[in-house]
């Protein structure tokens, strides 16, 4: 098992920036590729971001493409997406999942198995 908490989301302005965090514990960290999703009041779940094992290599929907990051520090067993320029579109709840596995499937929700709570992210104009 793999236990996941998101944390630093809350209520920003447009333009503003904001971190998350996501804190795994239970089995080796690294041995995950992480992701970020998003769902945002009245639509399904979708993808964000996602990194391999070793941070080698990122993922990015198009949307968020130049404003978010995703970085991961396997020594403290935690995924960060880094959210710059927040538009009013970027509000949802967001929330870190764990795969073993990496691929094109890791744009999708399919191959993860361990998912966090989420934490609310609000964007106001």
């Known amino acids: 098992q793999v236990q996941l908490v998101e944390s630093g989301g809350g209520l920003v302005q447009a333009g503003d920036s904001l971190r998350l965090s996501c804190a795994a514990s239970?089995?080796?960290?690294?041995?995950?590729?992480m992701g970020w999703f998003r769902q945002a009041p009245g639509k399904e779940r979708g993808f964000v971001a996602a990194?391999?094992?070793?941070?080698?290599?990122?993922s990015y929907v198009d949307s968020v493409k130049g404003r978010f990051t995703i970085s991961r520090d396997n020594a403290k067993n935690t995924v960060y997406l880094q959210m710059n320029r927040l538009e009013p579109a970027d509000t949802a709840v967001y929330y870190c999942?764990?795969?073993?596995?990496?691929?094109?499937?890791?744009?999708?929700?399919?191959?993860?198995?361990?998912w966090g709570q989420g934490t609310q992210v609000t964007v106001s104009s």
């Open positions: 239970g089995r080796t960290f690294s041995n995950y590729a």
């Open positions: 990194i391999t094992r070793s941070g080698s290599i990122t």
């Open positions: 999942a764990a795969t073993i596995h990496w691929g094109s499937a890791a744009r999708t929700e399919r191959p993860y198995d361990y």
